[in-house]
């Protein structure tokens, strides 16, 4: 499981979910960080990696280490950090508190419903 669990390897499979299904809104999430910050924002959930489909709109410019890929002309692929996530990790939590205020003031994480999350 160890090996499934790395960014390279989520990035593939969020990739061919989003190329196959092209979802609203997707991602890895926890559910030890869901239960932390458990407020009105969202889903979409803020998580390790996230995509936004252009439907909507764009990302804003996100802190390091963070990195926003595009997937395709579909929408954009955010990493929230390159290790796993975990939540016994405060500078994880920090960071995405952050991202997290920055998506909902982007206007990225109100709830449409569709799309749908991978949970880990």
Known sequence: MSRVLTVPVLTKVMRALVLSWEPDWGGVISYGYQHLRDEPVGPPHTGWLM??????GEVPPLPAPVRVEPVED???????TPERFTVDNPAHVSLADE???LLDRAG??????DGGPVQA
Do not use: C, W
């Open 99 to 101: 991202v997290r205020t």
């Open 108 to 113: 990225l994480l109100k709830e449409t419903g």
């Open 74 to 80: 579909k929408g954009s692929l955010v990493i929230l």
């Open 51 to 56: 995509y936004f489909s252009r439907r909507r």
